[in-house]
């Protein structure tokens, strides 16, 4: 995004920009490009009733929304929302959550690619209900999760999701218990996920504690082939990776080919309080 040449929208109040439609098909999308958003005092855009299916957001910045609770993307769709991209982007330095979806928002089909999460309270957060709602096919690439004051990722739902060349780094400075990714999972039976060619490092919290990539979950929830291959651990996390293996079923499990440094206090690789051997 680029001030000098892009449309900016600074609300004197509210949410800078509300979208209530959607394209028509993968063919004939609502783009959003070539956008700033910023020092709006709700969301700097939400997405609501219909909003968001077949919808590209390309080289917008939603930034510097800094009152209590705000976001730079939001979705409180009521309906189901059928690929939905952010592609070239920056949502860093609100207030709240960089990219958020509320508890009832069903999603099939989100990619983010090439775009900052940088210094929110929250990179990028999924909430879930009681049953889980849909949250399918999902891909992140290249994509920075970086200096967010809790957790780099917070998701309570995922299925069918990769998250590939991401740089998860020196989250969770303004909490005791840090996380870069915490997939803490809830009410529904979740399956295929795979975080590859990755990058986590320095996401313990104030007291040292805890984890750069965890899995857990509450509410008879169970996560089925994980994958985790071909990424780097560093720093000084508690942890490198921790599975709950309640939640995670540790036969579908392999962690492979991955990279540890650091301190890793407890182990590199820990299940259930015990370190193991990458597996």
């Known amino acids: 995004s680029d001030p000098l040449v892009d449309t900016i929208i600074d609300p004197v109040s509210g949410i800078g920009i509300t979208v209530t439609a959607s394209g ?12 700033r958003v910023t020092g709006a005092t709700a969301d700097g855009i939400r997405f ?8 590209t957001l390309d080289n917008v910045a939603s930034i510097g929304n800094t009152v209590s609770g705000t976001d730079g993307v939001e979705f409180q769709a009521t309906t189901l929302v059928t690929d939905f991209e ?8 609100n207030a709240n959550t960089g990219l958020r979806f509320a508890s009832f928002v069903q999603v099939d089909g989100l990619k983010v690619e090439n775009t900052h999460l ?4 929250i990179g990028f957060s999924v909430y ?13 690439t290249d994509v920075s999760i970086s200096n967010n004051t809790s957790y780099g990722i917070y998701v309570e739902r ?3 999701a990769t998250f590939d060349g991401l740089t998860v ?3 969770s400075s303004a909490v005791a218990t840090g996380y870069g990714f915490l997939a803490y999972l809830r009410a529904g039976a979740f399956d295929n996920v795979s975080f590859i060619n990755s990058t986590f490092a320095d996401n313990a ?16 929830s169970m996560l089925t082939n994980l994958n985790i291959s071909h990424n780097m651990f560093s720093g000084s996390s508690r942890y490198g990776i921790y599975i709950n293996s309640t939640y995670a079923d540790a036969a579908t499990t392999h962690v492979n080919r991955n990279s540890f440094g650091g301190t890793n206090a407890t182990g590199a690789v820990v299940v259930n309080g015990t370190p193991v051997t990458p597996f």
Not at 24 to 35: C, E, G, H, P, Y
Not at 86 to 93: A, E
């Open 24 to 35: 028509a098909s993968a063919a004939d999308r609502l783009v959003i490009k070539d956008l």
């Open 48 to 55: 609501n009733g219909s909003g968001g299916s077949y919808t």
């Open 86 to 93: 952010v592609l070239n982007s920056d949502l860093s330095s």
């Open 118 to 121: 940088d210094g929110n309270t």
């Open 128 to 140: 879930s209900a009681n049953p889980s709602p849909t949250f399918n096919n999902i891909l992140f």
């Open 158 to 160: 995922m299925n069918n």
């Open 169 to 171: 780094t020196d989250n």
């Open 205 to 220: 919290g104030t007291s040292g504690c805890c984890t750069d990539l965890s899995f857990g979950g509450y509410d008879a």
